[in-house]
């Protein structure tokens, strides 16, 4: 999953493969030469959305992965391009389903749609985020990426 949203992500920001990485956010530091854009995974949980009947009975939510992509281009006017460009993304089309994705990055076949949600966080949470990950900041932004699989496909048919 994480590597298909990797994937993704480099082929709609237009960047080199090498230039997304799927790593934990403690590879940006001061004395890293890390470059482009990092996705950590934060934490999961079984769906707010699970079992609730708020939405359509043949769908199951499953699980959410919350994620934190992080930009350390060479130039920080590229970090915060390619942030904005992920946020705006992300914001005019927050789901993706086999249909959505690039053509050489093939949709997970165990689930029918990602639902992305952008998890805006204050200040003193930021910082208490970016602390665990090694003390320092860089452009990010917190993500709730919703999978949802039907019925018919758990049931295999």
């Known amino acids: ?3 298909y949203i990797r994937r993704e992500l480099r082929y709609r920001l237009e960047v080199e493969d090498q230039e997304v990485l799927l790593e934990g956010a403690t590879v940006l530091t001061d004395r890293s030469d890390t470059r482009g854009a990092v996705i950590s995974l934060v934490n ?3 769906s707010a959305y699970q079992g609730t009947g708020l939405g359509r009975t043949e769908l199951l939510d499953s699980l959410e992965l919350v994620i934190l992509v992080s930009f350390r281009f060479k130039r920080y006017e590229d970090s915060i391009r390619h942030l904005y460009r992920m946020i705006r993304l992300l914001h005019t089309k927050p789901a993706y389903t086999a249909a959505d994705s690039h053509p050489e990055n093939p949709f997970p ?3 029918d749609k ?3 949600t952008l998890s805006p966080m204050e200040f003193d949470s930021l910082n208490a985020l970016w602390s665990m990950q090694g ?5 990010s932004a917190l993500y709730s990426v919703r999978m949802v699989r039907s019925q018919r496909a758990s049931s295999g048919g």
Do not use: T, Y
Request: hydrophobic letters at 65%; a positive charge; glycine letters at 0%.
């Open 44 to 46: 999961f949980r079984v």
């Open 135 to 139: 003390r320092v900041m860089f452009p």
């Open 114 to 116: 990602l639902l992305f």
């Open 1 to 3: 999953m994480l590597e």
């Open 109 to 111: 076949s165990h689930i």
